[in-house]
């Protein structure tokens, strides 16, 4: 052996390297603990939020404390409080003037009493949606272009009368549009544009170099045009900018107003000062309250589309004047395909501009100013749901937060071949989240027109599909507040997924909140970790659609989306992988289609092809000038990916799939039967497993998630080397070590179990030194047998035989589950006064909606079932004890021997009984509550009048109460009592 002088230098830096490494390993050791204790209980932004609906404006201050000390109590982190009108039907009075002196007086409350509860406030810039309100003057309301035009056909000097353009009064669909008229009739607020003299032809295109700008001998007042008309027909077009009339929304009666100029930055200073200006006298300096956040809803204008800087911004932007382009406006066939789509693109382009510099920028940096984040929806939902003008991840990115949105039980695809989802606008906003280096990535979350329908169980796979592509906080749509306390299920928002104290089973959402926050919390303190940067085009507007739905690599593999100014910005080469400035990395680079005639993003290809990035797509078809020379160049030569075409500095055509398999890249996450390589989630394909993957230094989080009603379990490879997994589950908080994995090459596979829409975190830290305990499990399939992983060791959920092996002998498991039914009648208590008897027996478990008791089959709220039964010990102190609840609608409470057990929420409904159930006699006690469906569907059908609600007409969208199915409600089981034999496994296979 050789022995190390302790005095030379080599021994100095082995102890340097000993000292460096204990402090790298006590570091990583000490962020596990930590986020292991947060993820048991976190707190601060991980919390859910809610959409506060104030319905009309009208409100009870004692109920609104009321109801935030139950959000506080059910584990939320705050609230939006957000105005809305609703039908003028008289369920639900007019409330004052929103932010009036009684709407401020409220609104200071609410922000008052969320500060001494620890809550955190947004509030939205307006009564519903798109921002304004009736102190918006016509210089800042939103604006649009109107012309009129005359025939001329006389050659020489003349002075020509052009009529001022008719400004509509109503919209197409009757409704009064908000425009000040002045007693002459034209309107308060009007720009001059241009004046045009364009040459009649008939049967071409109109030629730019034809038409005449002849503004300058145009005189406004006397509305006349001295000009010296050329031989030949003309028409004499006038454009002039008045407001659109666009009024907002939804408003409370007595909030109506128009909507801002979205596109100018004094309309956005106005708008946003009047809220401060109102809010600050009162509330003093914002950081010291819990108004944290300034909120902007999607832009569902329909009629804004002009603003006086828009010809400015056009010139600056795209090197030429508008002016003779006007006529598309007005007539989208008036020029020929190539100059529509060039002018098109450079229109969408200067609107897309100034609405993300002069309104969400510009807002942001006036909240900002004073303490507060600003908060919006800027990225959609596009077209063609709504005309929303941006480049959504450039929108999404210069706000604090980006929000998007998904629904629950309600799509809506558009026409093309992918049948894409427009509801489901998740992906990206995480890509903004992640570019921008914005924390949290929020969600209005379970918008639905399901009424009354859903438990928090029924909520948890589409919420779980959303974390999968991003979603790092949900805000969920929507608590509606109540201001009296009489009437249930009570006066809703006509949208979303009803969740206030009204609701049946709002005393038991804590574990659900629980949930949501533990899945949030991991998901905002790690960063997304992707094989594929796909770059979504320089189309404007544009938006990124769900996952893998426009763009997909193939199955176990992720990606990223990056717009045009963080690709100009921020993308360079390190090490041959395309890097951005927060230390993520990707291996190929994919294109989606590029047009126009700006080569910028053409020749930042180049510079990172010849930097040594991979780089594929479609050579591009629709640029021209300067841009298709660089094309040219690009990919001449180019075609199937080769190491030796990678080092020429060229784009490749090969589909980003056989670029990774080319390079040797494993899948990131795999199983066996995944179907395809294309998981559209779209029902097309539809994935046995989803995942995403985040990572923390060397920690590394799989979210992963079962998207069927059944159990499954799955040998699952995960592409990781040298590192342990671990279990953490966000429905218990728990973290368990996972002793049975096989490093094979680059990749860990490990046996897993999820239950019907089952879901939990994998998480991979340094590989201990004893190693795994075994390797794989032998089953009589190809799958491992349903089994799950607890502190007491390996459980089977099947009869059968296995085997362990990989370990140092292996384990024959003889599993023998003891089921006892508990069998026969229980007692069921129901509340009084809402139409089911207080008492009932059931001979045998049945739902609810299957007694011959109309009471019973329509009863909505809480049914308490008592039984007692007899339990034998088993002879094996060590074995585990189980109460199974069978089928539960919809969410369980649960007490043993006078001893509670829990709330479950979700399948399987299953408890660990080991320490509360005795020899002989039990006594078991489950409370159980279903939805107020069943009941406003049997005072509907019956004639009844139990509940008050002002939606009483509609089930849902699609159905009237009376064509609604009833829900299946009540314990339906059977319940089970199962003893399981646990494997005590350690490591290297040592029982």
């Not at 932004?45 to 009309?56: E, H, M, S």
């Not at 004499?236 to 907002?248: A, E, F, K, M």
């Not at 009204?502 to 038991?508: D, F, L, Q, S």
Request: proline share 6%; glycine share 8%.
């Amino acid at each position: 052996m050789k022995i190390v002088n302790p005095t030379s230098p080599i021994f100095s830096f082995l102890i340097c390297c000993w000292i460096l490494g204990s402090i790298s390993l006590s570091g990583w050791s000490q962020d596990l603990k930590t986020m292991q204790a947060s993820f048991k209980d976190p707190q601060g932004t991980a919390r859910a939020k809610v959409y506060w609906w104030w319905l009309n404006g009208h409100t009870d201050t004692t109920l609104l404390k009321e109801e935030l000390r139950s959000i506080r109590n059910a584990g939320l982190g705050g609230v939006d409080i957000f105005e809305i009108g609703f039908r003028h039907d008289g369920l639900v009075p007019a409330g004052p003037a929103f932010m009036g002196d009684e709407s401020l007086n409220t609104i200071t409350m609410a922000i008052r009493e969320a500060m001494k509860l620890g809550l955190e406030v947004g509030l939205n810039l307006a009564s519903s949606w798109n921002a304004g309100g009736s102190w918006v003057t016509p210089e800042h309301a939103a604006k649009s272009l109107y012309f009129s035009k005359i025939a001329v056909d006389k050659p020489g000097r003349q002075a020509i009368k052009v009529p001022f353009p008719d400004i509509p009064r109503k919209d197409a669909k009757g409704n009064e549009l908000l425009i000040q008229f002045r007693p002459d009739g034209k309107p308060v607020y009007s720009l001059e544009v241009a004046v045009l003299a364009i040459p009649v032809q008939s049967g071409n295109y109109l030629d730019t170099a034809r038409i005449v700008n002849v503004s300058r001998y145009f005189d406004p007042k006397s509305e006349t045009l001295n000009w010296q008309v050329p031989m030949g027909s003309w028409e004499i077009h006038r454009y002039v900018c008045s407001n659109s009339g666009d009024p907002l929304l939804v408003p409370s009666p007595n909030s109506k107003g128009p909507i801002i100029d979205h596109f100018d930055s004094t309309a956005t200073r106005m708008h946003f000062m009047y809220f401060i200006n109102r809010l600050k006298p009162v509330l003093g300096d914002f950081r010291k309250t819990a108004l944290k956040n300034l909120y902007l809803a999607s832009f569902e204008a329909k009629n804004a589309l002009w603003t006086p800087s828009l010809a400015r911004e056009f010139k600056r932007l795209n090197g030429y004047e508008v002016d003779k382009f006007l006529p598309y406006i007005f007539n989208k066939q008036a020029f020929d395909q190539a100059t529509t789509e060039r002018f098109r693109q450079d229109l969408n382009l200067t609107i897309s501009e100034l609405m993300i510099n002069n309104h969400y920028r510009k807002g942001r940096e006036i909240a900002n100013s004073y303490g507060l984040n600003l908060i919006s929806e800027s990225g959609g939902p596009g077209p063609p749901l709504h005309n929303v003008p941006v480049e959504a991840i450039k929108a999404l990115g210069s706000l604090d937060v980006p929000r998007g949105e998904f629904w629950i039980n309600h799509a809506r695809f558009d026409d093309s071949k992918d049948s894409i989802d427009l509801l489901m606008l998740v992906k990206e906003i995480a890509a903004a989240s992640h570019l921008y280096q914005r924390k949290i990535t929020e969600l209005e979350a379970f918008t639905s027109f399901q009424n009354w329908q859903e438990g928090p169980g029924d909520m948890r796979p589409i919420g779980d599909r959303a974390f999968c592509e991003g979603m790092s906080r949900a805000v969920i749509h929507g608590f509606t507040h109540n201001p009296t306390r009489a009437g249930f299920p009570g006066n809703v928002y006509a949208a979303g997924t009803h969740f206030n104290v009204k609701t049946t089973w709002w005393p038991k959402v804590k574990p659900f909140n629980d949930y949501l926050a533990r899945v949030s919390y991991l998901l905002q303190e790690t960063d997304f970790v992707a094989d594929v940067l796909y770059y979504y085009g320089n189309r404007v507007p544009n938006f990124g659609t769900p996952k893998n739905t426009r763009f997909a690599v193939g199955s176990g593999y992720d990606y990223e989306i990056i717009n045009t100014e963080k690709l100009l910005k921020d993308l360079t080469v390190k090490d041959g992988l395309l890097t951005l400035p927060y230390g993520v990395q990707f291996k190929v680079l994919a294109l989606d289609e590029i047009i126009g005639n700006d080569p910028a993003v053409l020749l930042k290809l180049e510079e990172l092809a010849k930097a040594g990035a991979i780089i594929t797509g479609n050579k591009p078809t629709k640029v021209w000038g300067p841009s298709k020379a660089v094309a040219d160049r690009l990919w001449s030569g180019s075609g199937q990916f080769s190491a030796d075409a990678l080092k020429k500095g060229k784009v490749f055509t090969t589909p980003s799939l056989q670029i990774l398999q080319a390079l040797n890249v494993k899948p990131d996450f795999d199983y066996p039967d995944k179907g395809s390589d294309r998981l559209d989630y779209m029902g097309k394909s539809q994935p046995v497993l989803d995942y995403i993957h985040h990572r923390k230094g060397d920690l590394d989080f799989y979210f992963i998630r079962n998207t069927s009603d059944k159990a499954i379990s799955r040998y699952i490879s995960f592409r990781q080397l040298g590192k342990a997994p671990e279990l953490w589950n966000p429905v218990t908080g728990e973290t368990i070590p996972i002793n049975i994995y096989n490093q094979a090459g680059d990749q860990v596979q490990v046996p897993l179990t999820f239950g019907p829409y089952g879901s939990y975190f994998v998480v991979f830290n340094r590989k201990s030194t004893a190693g795994p305990g075994y390797k794989a499990i032998a089953s009589a399939t190809s799958h491992p047998p349903l089994f799950t992983y607890t502190p007491q060791g390996l459980e089977f959920m099947e009869n059968g035989t296995y085997e362990l092996t990989g370990g140092s002998k292996p384990l024959k498991v003889e599993n023998t589950i003891q089921a006892q039914p508990i069998i026969g009648a229980w007692d069921v208590q129901f509340t009084k006064g809402w139409g089911a008897p207080e008492k009932a027996t059931f001979p045998q478990l049945i739902s609810w909606t299957q007694s011959p008791d109309k009471g019973i089959a329509h009863y909505s709220g809480s049914g308490v079932y008592t039984k007692t039964f007899n339990y034998t010990r088993p002879a094996h102190q060590t074995e585990r004890v189980y109460l199974d609840l069978g089928k539960v609608g919809k969410v369980a409470d649960v007490w043993l021997n006078g001893k509670p057990l829990g709330i479950t929420w979700a399948a399987p409904y299953r408890y660990d009984v080991t320490d509360s159930i005795k020899p002989g006699e039990n006594t078991l006690r489950v409370e159980v509550i279903n939805t107020w469906s069943n009941r406003i569907i049997g005072d509907i059908n019956e004639k009844e009048n139990y509940t008050q609600t002002n939606l009483k007409v509609r089930g849902s969208r699609e159905l009237l109460w009376s064509e609604t199915p009833l829900v299946e409600s009540g314990l339906m089981g059977p319940v089970t009592i199962h003893t399981v034999q646990p494997v005590k496994i350690t490591a290297n296979g040592k029982l």
